[in-house]
């Protein structure tokens, strides 16, 4: 579903722009990287589907044929290794100067001093059009270390036909299941009938970040700072809804199947494909898998996520673009951010990743509304979204990888009990954090 050109709103996107270049540029004193004239300015893109790698380059190729003195050089990168690749390229000196990446990758890259603070180089246009809650998953103390552009909620994707015959009332972002409610629903769709049959599937072989985000919904934090700055982990009853809710649907309903939570989303499809879930819990990208992939004439559809005492609040880490303190050129580069997330352009990034734009006016864009593929239902959710629980937390990659992701795998299977997931969580977690804030 590539975006279609509209020529003319283009022509005019770039006359704005190069007018907005004109004010960035004032008093940069940088000079051209070749000696010649010419800035060529290095933009690392994670984009990895047709549609995202198709778009991104087709809006580089117009900056360019626009800007011939800044020049920028389209460099691939990959969601697996980037971390790494931005830690050796940081310490060698040899960091793009425009780098994709999602805010919860950003907080010791900005602690660590590799990113430039944007906000003395952000126009007016691009900090007014993005919502407050999106520039908190970018803010790090006093700074602000990238552009939110892109984000996706969480959502239950079910099977259509499934749920229309069950007779269950069919949840709107108007009307949201309550947590408990979902999971009646899950046991009247699927509950112990031992028919190899079930109302969910939960994908978490990456537990935490599902069950922060989602657990914002009940009012859930886990993370507390402090009036000193440090964080605590706490795990109070509000906290544990969402966990609860999965463990009973795959302990004791045996509505949601146990086999599924060491899998990734994709893992999931050919099952859900087949009639043996009935709803998966997952990003609202994976739309266009769905669309990809489904056998003629399945029927499906997308439900917002259970909502709980704070509604259908949940937490998300946008996809950013950043600008490393190192780079000669940060004007020049907030000028190729500023063009890229024109209205009209974050709307052809956001439709090529199937995901939703962080901008108020590209969110208005029709495209984004439309009852096919249900764009309508996670526009819908935007206003909802927050920033994730552990976007600043320091040691927060060691917390979950150390002691949450296995503590939770453990809690969901079913070989532990709430007690000693919590007491692994505060107790274990808080040994960690404690490390980082001396």
């Not at 626009?66 to 290794?81: E, F, L, M, R």
């Not at 919502?131 to 908190?136: A, I, L, Y």
């Not at 309903?253 to 099952?271: C, N, Q, R, V, W």
């Not at 890229?340 to 956001?350: D, H, K």
């Amino acid at each position: 579903m590539a975006p279609r050109p509209r020529v003319r709103l283009r022509a005019r996107l770039v006359a704005a722009t190069a007018t907005a270049l004109g004010l960035l540029l004032t008093g940069c004193s940088g000079e051209p990287a070749d000696g010649g004239g010419r800035i060529t300015l290095q933009f690392q893109s994670l984009a990895w589907q047709k549609e995202s790698v198709d778009a991104n380059k087709e809006l580089v190729k117009e900056w360019n044929a626009a800007h011939p003195d800044i020049q920028v050089k389209y460099v691939q990168g990959s969601w697996d290794s980037v971390h790494d690749q931005l830690l050796t390229s940081f310490e060698g000196g040899e960091a793009p100067d425009i780098i994709h990446d999602a805010s919860d990758d950003l907080a010791d890259f900005a602690y660590g001093g590799y990113l430039a603070d944007l906000g003395e180089l952000l126009p007016e246009r691009l900090k007014s059009d993005i919502p407050q809650r999106s520039w908190e998953t970018t803010t790090f103390g006093d700074g602000i270390y990238g552009v939110p552009f892109l984000q996706e909620p969480r959502v239950l994707i079910a099977n259509a036909k499934w749920l229309k015959e069950s007779g269950v009332r069919i949840p709107t972002p108007d009307e949201p299941w309550s947590w408990e409610e979902f999971r009646k629903a899950t046991d009247e769709l699927g509950g112990g009938a031992g028919d190899g049959k079930y109302g969910v599937a939960w994908p978490l072989k990456e537990p935490v970040s599902a069950t922060l985000n989602l657990s914002l919904s009940t009012g859930g934090k886990v993370f507390h700072r402090g009036a000193d700055g440090k964080v605590q982990v706490r795990f109070d009853a509000a906290d544990q809804v969402m966990p609860k809710t999965v463990h009973d649907q795959v302990n004791s309903d045996k509505s949601a199947s146990s086999s599924t939570l060491g899998m990734g989303g994709s893992d999931t499809l050919p099952g859900f494909f087949g009639g043996k879930y009935a709803m998966v819990p997952l990003g609202f990208s994976y739309r266009q898998q769905i669309v990809q992939q489904a056998p003629d004439g399945f029927d499906w559809q997308v439900l917002p996520a259970p909502a709980g005492v704070d509604g259908l609040t949940q937490g998300v880490s946008p996809q950013t673009l950043s600008i490393a303190e190192d780079s000669p050129h940060k004007r020049e580069a907030m000028a190729f951010i500023d063009f890229l997330l024109q209205p009209e352009n974050m709307v052809r990034l956001a439709r090529g990743d199937w995901m939703l734009p962080t901008g108020t006016e590209a969110l208005k864009d029709p495209a984004l509304h439309t009852k096919k593929n249900d764009w309508a239902t996670g526009a819908a959710l935007a206003e909802h979204l927050r920033s994730a629980p552990a976007q600043s937390v320091r040691g927060y990659p060691e917390w979950k990888d150390k002691v949450a992701t296995p503590a939770l795998q453990e809690y969901y299977s079913g070989a532990i009990d709430m007690g000693e997931l919590r007491r692994r969580l505060v107790e274990d977690g808080n040994l960690v954090l404690a490390r980082y804030q001396r």
